[in-house]
């Protein structure tokens, strides 16, 4: 049977690739796609989460748009990495399809509850959703699955501030509610999601699909990766949110141990930096699988290999 699972996004061109994999792969089924404000605010995620179902022709997948800010915080966004609407590159028609009605946080607890099959929720932009329905409605952690999120980075530094990552630098205290709450956690920091580079040749598979979505996928991760090699000199983008997606396809691409992890919330210097206890050294109790290492080829295999199916 399918896994079944919630995507809480805020695309993002990366974010787009991970709900295309998502919607082009069997063993998974999309309950719903939620979005929450990140790398652009709040409607233009929302609207770039109905263009991916459209493009993937998934019109039956519920989008609900949830948070438009941190639980406490201004929002931070990321244009200058994604460009002023978040997809840059796909060149997409506006969607034709709506958000539906009910907001998202009550639609993740409505679902986590009503299910018989615990469901899995994937977020990877802040997780500003996942903490209110937590907060909210605490008995939901014990009826979910696992939560694989895209957030955090330890030897890797961070690539908003030294030390933190985007996704949780935009919304700590949310980040650290999701840790400290009890939840089977698989955590992808930019330790895994930098080796997860995009490369010249794959760029030149996906545009050789000759399909809308191929297209599409060459076209945002052109635009994405600029960023990239000029900030960092990397030979191509790391696409942090599809290892999410794609670990839950095929798990034996990943690996890691389970490690304690806290996030920092008070310190203005290290605001949003996840402390992972790799080596064990404070004997607390692990709270995260913790992914350090993915094989980047046989990832790359199955991203063309399913946007080639769309
Ligand atoms: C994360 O931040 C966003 O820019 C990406 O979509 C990803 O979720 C990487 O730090
Ligand atoms: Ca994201």
């Not at 263009?51 to 609900?64: K, S, Y």
């Not at 948070?67 to 929002?75: F, I, K, Y």
């Not at 907001?103 to 977020?123: G, K, M, N, S």
């Not at 490369?199 to 960023?227: C, K, W």
Request: with cysteine; aromatic share 6%.
């Amino acid at each position: 049977m399918a896994r079944r699972i919630i995507i809480d996004t805020d695309p993002g061109q990366d974010d787009a690739v991970a709900i295309l994999l998502a919607l082009a792969s069997p063993e998974l089924d999309v309950v719903v796609i939620t979005t929450v404000a990140g790398n652009v605010p709040q409607p233009l995620v929302t609207a770039n989460a109905l263009a991916m179902c459209e493009l993937a022709g998934r019109t039956d997948v519920p989008v609900h748009m949830g948070a438009d800010g941190p639980l406490e915080r201004e929002l931070y966004t990321a244009e200058y990495v994604h460009g002023p609407t978040g997809i840059d590159g796909a060149d997409l028609p506006t969607p034709v399809m709506k958000a539906k009605d009910d907001h998202a946080v009550d639609f993740i607890i409505e679902a986590c509850l009503d299910a018989d099959d615990p469901i899995t929720i994937c977020p990877i932009g802040p997780l500003t959703n996942v903490a209110a329905a937590i907060a909210r409605q605490p008995s939901i952690v014990s009826a979910i699955r696992e939560v694989a999120l895209m957030g955090g980075g330890f030897f890797e530094g961070g690539n908003t501030t030294p030390v933190a990552e985007f996704n949780i630098f935009v919304d700590p205290d949310a980040a650290s509610i999701v840790f400290n709450s009890g939840v089977p956690l698989t955590m992808f920091p930019l330790d895994v999601t930098h080796e997860a580079l995009v490369l010249p040749d794959d760029l030149e598979r996906f545009s050789g699909l000759g399909t809308r979505a191929g297209t599409a996928v060459a076209g945002m991760l052109d635009y994405y990766e600029r960023h990239d090699i000029e900030k960092y000199g990397f030979e191509g983008a790391p696409l942090h949110d599809p290892c999410v997606i794609a670990y839950l396809i095929e798990p034996q691409l990943f690996s890691g141990k389970p490690c304690r992890v806290d996030v920092e919330t008070e310190s203005e210097l290290t605001m949003g930096q996840t402390v992972v206890d790799w080596w064990g050294v404070t004997g607390a109790e692990p709270n995260a699988m913790v992914i350090d290492s993915v094989d980047r080829q046989g990832f790359m295999d199955l991203l063309v290999e399913r946007i080639g199916a769309l």
